[in-house]
């Protein structure tokens, strides 16, 4: 897959996709991921993005030609499945659109600032709106890595055995159980004795109870 981001602020999406997995993603040539500065694309003057809005009020828009300039200009070479923006006000993100999304092949992600992105932009080539949660950020990048990490854990040879995403929380409209490593006695404070049985059945059965029993003390909204 190839995840192409456009920013004002590349510098501050480095790190999120440097480590882990989503490194190891990287190494095995599963995701590519290619942050691409607005400003390189913008005519005016300064590397200017930005302008006062319409109609007055506080707070800076970002102005559509550098925005279309870099959209064009990066679907002449890449044929992009969804094109992307952050905004609080898209659709919330949850497990299911992340599996959905781990099966595309490009994608394209666009971070706003300010007050957000020109209307006209999100008309004529935005696919997808998507929010991270009923919050407002000051910037996009921060919803943006959250999104890539989301999807990236996801594509089909990312995870090992290990790690596995099909035990993770919402994988089965489910949360997941409680986990223990060593040791098993820790201040005297025990670890379940059916985790410690050796046996497969016993282990799953009680994985799955307390899975029920959590989702029901904290999100019933999920039980079927
Ligand atoms: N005025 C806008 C908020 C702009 S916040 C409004 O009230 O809807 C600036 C930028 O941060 C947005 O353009 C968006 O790209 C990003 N952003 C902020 N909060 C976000 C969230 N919860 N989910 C996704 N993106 C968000």
New binding site residues.
């Given amino acids: 897959m190839q995840i192409d981001i456009i920013t004002v602020l590349p510098e501050l999406l480095e790190s999120p996709f440097s480590h882990s997995i989503l490194r190891r993603a990287k190494e095995k040539n599963l995701l590519s991921i290619h942050l691409h500065n607005l400003r390189d694309y913008t005519p005016y003057k300064h590397g200017q993005v930005d302008d006062y809005q319409f109609g007055g009020g506080a ?1 800076m828009v970002m102005m559509p030609e550098p925005l279309a300039n870099a959209i064009e200009q990066l679907s002449s070479a890449v044929r992009y499945d969804e094109i992307i ?6 659709e919330r993100l949850n497990q299911q659109m992340a599996n959905q999304l781990s099966l595309k092949n490009n994608l394209l992600i ?8 020109d209307e006209r932009i999100r008309q004529h080539f935005v696919t997808r709106e ?11 990048e921060l ?1 943006a890595a959250v999104l890539v990490d989301a999807i990236g854990r996801l594509i089909p040879g990312v995870l090992n055995d290990e790690t596995s995403a099909l035990t993770d929380s919402f994988q089965d409209n489910l949360l997941a159980p409680p986990v223990y490593t060593r040791p098993a006695d820790f201040r005297g404070w025990k670890t379940p004795e059916a985790l410690l049985s050796g046996d497969p059945k016993i282990v799953a059965e009680w994985r799955y109870e307390q899975s029920l029993e959590r989702t029901r003390e904290r999100r019933p909204d999920l039980m079927p």
């Fill in positions: 707070g923006y952050m905004s609080p006000d898209g666009i971070c706003g600032h300010y007050k957000g992105i998507i929010s991270i949660g009923d919050y407002v950020l000051s910037g996009g919803p």
